[in-house]
């Protein structure tokens, strides 16, 4: 099997599962008791928040409560916006499912919702930022780092100058669940309020994440009863997931950035010569490498889906969160048409991928791809 759907999950490191079996079997103990093996526990968690602190150069200034995954900690975040007399969120229109739905609620509640526009490419559209900060009660914004469904990088400087420049007092959000790791997240050269990320995005366990937040914010938890996390996500953790999410992160490395990038580029190479029309939803210079998403109009995603899984290839045809509804936000706010959305796969690469197999993949879909289509001429 070759698998490109890393953007949904990736495979566990091994020395990840390592940690996690070592926490189980031997430091099972509850961190929250008194006792010398529950502090043993404690602290392997701290070493887990030590490193994601320093992945993110975020300093002294910033505190870590892990969560059940970045879903929990994008609601955390939102929640936050109840805080404020002013009821005016700003959104970008490519948010992830979980950033959106709980925006959703606000607004039954009456908070005001305001989308920011996407450009052609997926990133967000600064100068309508502009636009709707003038509308002096907006108390909240969140502009996602990577687009879960195009791989966009948006400019987090620029958004934050742009949005801190016209009201320090704002809360900036963001969800780096696509970016941590994988892209540059440096809270002292962009300092954000809060930010989402995710184990099992970064070859770590499933139900794990955490929320990163500015300790001056006086966070207002969504979970309450046990007082754990600082009293800030009361429940048990999840102590084998958090010491094996610090295990992943430490085993990341920077050197993949261009190692997944000739991925992407390999495979897409291939399947331009063979495949037209052909859209990218992404500029590829201003894009993740590790997310392509493709639209070839007048072939329906899900046979293109059939068609790569019987070839013994696995992809998407989008989030995954989001992959069950009728329609997709993101593709509809650059532009993308109806047709083009109901063909659009995305291919999601990891250092576990090998170039040979990313090649073969690539050829396997330009052949199933025509295949469909000549079916359809006929």
Known sequence: M?????ASTTRPYKNVVTEA?????????????LHTKAMTVKAEMGKARTIIRNKMNAGAGYNIIF???ATEANNIAIFQATRFKKKTILITAGEHPSVEGPTKNLKQA??????????KDGQCDVSHLKQLLKDNDVSFVSCILVSNETGAVNNLEEIYKVVKGHNPKILLHTDATQAFCKVVVNL???????????SHKVHGLKGVGA??????????????????EDGLRSGTENTAGIVGFGAAVESYRDSYFDYVKNLKQTFLSVVKKGVSPLKVNADIK???PYILSM???GVRSEHILRAMENRGVIIANGSACSSKNNHNPTLESIGCTIKEIEGSVRISFSVDNGVDEVSKAAEIFVEEVNKLKNNIAR
């Not at 070759?2 to 890393?6: E, F, G, Q, T, V």
């Not at 079996?21 to 099972?28: A, G, T, V």
């Not at 929320?211 to 754990?228: D, E, Y």
């Open 2 to 6: 070759i698998y490109l759907d890393n």
């Open 295 to 297: 639209s070839i109009a």
């Open 211 to 228: 929320l990163v937040f500015n300790s001056n914010i006086n966070l207002k938890p969504l979970i309450t009863g046990g007082g754990q």
């Open 67 to 69: 969560t059940s995954g």
């Open 286 to 288: 201003e894009s993740s």
């Open 188 to 198: 002292k050269k962009c300092p954000f309020d809060m930010v989402s990320i995710s």
């Open 110 to 119: 009456g908070w005001d919702i305001k989308l920011i526009n996407l450009t």
């Open 21 to 33: 079996n070592r926490i189980n079997e031997q430091l099972f103990y509850n961190p929250s008791s």
